[in-house]
Every structure is written in C-alpha cells, then in structure tokens.
C-alpha cells in the first residue's frame, strides 16, 4: 500500500507526473515493436523450429520478452548492449586511457557510452547473422543473399532503436532504461508462463502440489529479494568537535550504509548476457564438433550441460557481484573524506586501518547478497529438473523483475525528496 501511496502522491507533481508518462510510453513502444514480425520469415514453419524448444531459446525469450521465439524486429532484444557494457568495464580496468576516461567525470563517461554504442552495433551484427543462418534459415522464404542481409539489417537496427530507446528513458524518463525494457518484457511474458503451466496441470503433466510448491517458491523469492535489496550494514561514524572562527562544528554521529547487495541485479543480467555470448556463435557451426559439443555440455538444454551452464552461472555471478561491488564502493575514498572532515569508526584508527575496515565489511556482507544471487538463478532450474515445470529462468525473471520495480521507486522518492527540499528553499 506504501508503494501505491508513493505513487499518487508522485503523480501531483508536475514535472514527475511527465517523466513517468513519458517512461510508459516509452515501454508501450517497445511492446509494439516486439510484435512486429521480421519481413522474408515463414511463420509456420518458425513455430516449428521453436516448437518445444527450452533451454537457449528461453534464455533469449527472458530479455526479449517472447519477441525471439515470433522474431520480430525486437529478437535480440538489448543483450548486444549489456554484453559490450561489460566488455567496457573489463577494459576500463586493464586499458589506462579508458581508466582515465573514466575519471574524468561527465565528458569521460560520455565517451565511453560512445564506446559502447559503437560495440553494441558491432555484436548486434554478428548475433544477428549467427542467428539467421542457424536457427531461423529454414524458415526464410528465401535464402538468397539479399533475403539474409534484410533479416540481419532488421534484426541489427532493432537493438540500436532499443538502445537509443533506453537511453531516452535515462535522459527524460524515471529509472534505468535498459533494466525497465527488460523488465517490460519480463512482465509482459508472465501470463504466457503462467498459461503453460495451467495447460499442463490440466493435461495431468504436474500435479496440485508442484504448483503449490512454485507459488512458495516464488512468495519466498520475493520476500527475500525485498529483504537482501534493502539490508545494509550500518557502519557507526563519529566526527570530532573542532573550533572554526567563533563556531564549534562536529560532535555528531552518523552512520555508513553498506548494502548487502551493492550490485542489485547487475550480476544476473551480466552472467546470463556473458553466457549466452558462446552460445550465439554455436549457432554459427550448429552440426559441426564444436556445434555437437557446446549443446551438450553448455547450453541449458543439454545433458549434462544444464548443470554445467548452472555451475557457470553461479561462477560468473559471484565474480561480477564482486566486480561491481569494487566499481561502485570505493573505501579508499570514503576514508579520505572522512578524515577531512574530522570523522572516524569508533575503534578503528583514520586511515589505511579505516580503508581495511570497510574492505573486510564489505566483502563479508558482499559473500552473503552474491550467494543469495546465484541461489535465486539455479533452483528454478533444479525445481525444473525434479518436477517437470518450464521454469527454467522464474527466479531470474522474479529477480530483475522486483529489483528493477524497487530501484524504480527509490528513484521516484528521491525525485519527490530533491522537489520538497528546492521548495523549502524557495
């Protein structure tokens, strides 16, 4: 009720009222998009093709929302872009020019999204024709030359338009762009999932009490997901009295707050856009040795290799949880300002002593949201395993799902925060 309360009194503000408008329509366009079929495609014989199909069609369904299984012009969905995202956070560490671009603020960042821009269309285009030619050629009306290139040209085009589309949510809207385009599709995929599953209890495929198992399951997911996204670490600070002029400043507490989970879903979309990179290019060989061996022992949908992929996943999660975490909390910073301001953690010395402090606290909270994260990404797949659901990415699905609605909301509140203040100032 809090969040619907929120949300009224957000809508009386002017200003607000049009950026959230502004952000439905922006996902209201996305939606007609991926319901707009790629030209040249025999949709027959495509349904075919996915007819049954689990594992890396699923996971290319999850971003995109269903508009890969009918292949529209919004397939490949923005993966394109949160793989060179992460492609451009790995070099900014390892290359000193885009270390230095990095910190020099606004103009710095800029040109890195350039960057990124630039990577985006590149990887677009080589998923795109890994795509036509190994998954969707048979359903082509024609396989000439110029057949192929207007599917890949489309299929390319329609991830550059979603990726200027997110960038237009962050400029004009509320939120995060491309986190509420992904979760649109998630959401607009919920009853399509929830048909399937009724279809097959009705079918006598699962029974009453696998359903009732999966709506636990999910209840769990969401509380959790609420507690872990809200839980931090309160680090106690206290600032020194000191005399300036003729006033005395300091002598108060405060305190640090050290999210659980600092990175939010990042780690989620990033493994999954990490894996489904190898994945895209099998489909370039599909009957060849590496094409035979990748759908065994890497995809999703192979055997062993939905517990290979699920291992993988739990890996790169751990490791891009870490990863984001050191990007955006950086304890050496926070000590020097600190210190500057006559502050200290009580019993713990200013300084190294205090960057080593909220090092060791922030890995330990850090362990316990990275775990709780590849938790929720594996045990649909284990519950689909033992009970027979096409579950394959609920918990993913529910993760971005709550965590992108609860960063949505604390920006909406900080938006109606930074708007009271201007008026008391006023």
Known sequence: MEMFRTLAKAWKKQDIRHKMIFTLLMMIVYRLGANIPVPGINREVLSKLFDGGGGIFELFNLFSGGAFSQMTIFALSITPYITASIILQLLTIAIPKLETLAKEGGEGQKKIAQYTRYLTVVLSLVQAIGITYGIVKPSLNDTGKLSIALVVVVLTAGTA????????INQYGI????????????IAR???LLQGSMVKYEAGEVDAVSIALFVLFA???IVGI????????????????????RKMYGGQSSHIPMKVNQAGVIPVIFSMAFLQTPLTFMHFWPNSAFGQWAAKWMSPSGSPGVWVYAIADVILILFFTYFYTAVSFNPLEIAQNMKANGGFVPGIRPGKTTVEYLNRVMTRITFVGAVFLAAISILPTILSQSMGLSIHFGGTSLLIAVGVALDTMKQIENQMLMRDYQGFLR
Do not use: C, D, H
């Open 219 to 221: 209840v769990v997911i």
């Open 175 to 186: 939120g995060n762009g491309i986190s509420l385009l992904i979760f649109a599709g998630i």
């Open 226 to 245: 609420i507690m872990i996204q809200e839980g931090q670490r309160r680090v106690p600070v206290q600032y020194a009295k000191r005399v300036v002029g």
């Open 190 to 192: 919920m009853p399509t």
């Open 161 to 168: 338009f979603l990726m200027w589309l997110g960038e237009q």
